[in-house]
């Protein structure tokens, strides 16, 4: 199941979708065209950690490239050579991160052949995800908020419903869910996801397996616990 970072509203505080994938693509975002070496991967990969970091404790607008490369020892010629601006790099953290995302989820289902049961692996994964990369929701928070980086979240929201809109007409295609519109069921569960992901394991605190067994229950067996 393709389900990586809730729905984005900018009033109010976002979690990473669970039905975001790595398709999720943003044109703003200018994919490295350099052949990195496998030490050039590393410290690109080391600046953008640091940076998730700095972003995470301190938000984006504080956080300068002056202080970005400082924290590391390096010059503001390496950062330059992996990143075209600070914008470039927070949108290749939040790229990389539905890639990730979206990595964990395709180990999650491989070799399922039950929708209902790809839809379950993907929620769990999803919020396993979710509990270990806490600076992303963050990052995420913010970038709801900005113009900048609001589009890339909803254009990866958008691609991430479409995904799971298959899995659910495929469900519904096998009798194993009600016969509905699969956009709105769809929706539903990101909605539903998102939210819990957000309240429970991020501002409470809680154990993603439990919230991920009352997203589970809610979305496959709703308010009536059928089975």
């Known amino acids: 199941m393709n389900v990586v970072l809730p729905p984005v509203h ?12 790595a398709r999720s693509s943003d044109r703003t975002v200018r994919r490295v065209a350099r052949r990195l070496t496998q ?22 607008h504080p956080t300068s490239v002056s202080e970005i490369v400082a924290g590391l020892g390096v010059g503001k010629g390496v950062f330059y050579w992996y990143f075209d601006s600070k914008e470039q790099l927070f949108l290749e953290i939040l790229r990389d991160a539905q890639t990730d995302l979206r990595r964990k989820q395709q180990q999650a289902i491989a070799g399922e052949d ?9 929620l769990r994964a999803s919020m396993d995800w979710s509990e270990a990369h806490r600076d992303h929701n963050k990052l995420i928070q913010f970038a709801a908020t ?11 929201q958008d691609i991430a419903v479409s995904d799971v809109v298959k899995h659910v007409k495929e469900a519904i295609a096998a009798g194993r869910i009600r ?13 539903v996801a998102g939210h819990l992901t ?11 397996d439990q919230i991920a067994d009352a997203t589970v229950a809610f979305c496959l ?6 089975s």
């Open 198 to 208: 957000r309240t429970f394991i991020y501002e409470r605190g809680e154990p993603a």
């Open 114 to 122: 039950d929708p209902v049961r790809r839809i379950e692996l993907g």
């Open 39 to 60: 030490r050039g991967k590393e410290r690109r990969d080391q600046l953008m950690a640091y940076a998730t970091e700095r972003f995470a404790e301190q938000g984006y």
């Open 221 to 226: 067996h709703g308010l009536l616990g059928g």
């Open 179 to 191: 016969d509905a519109d699969p956009d709105v069921l769809a929706h539903a569960m990101v909605g």
């Open 10 to 21: 900018q009033a109010e505080n976002s979690a990473p979708d669970p039905f975001l994938t």
């Open 146 to 156: 900005e113009a900048t980086f609001a589009g890339a979240l909803q254009r990866g």
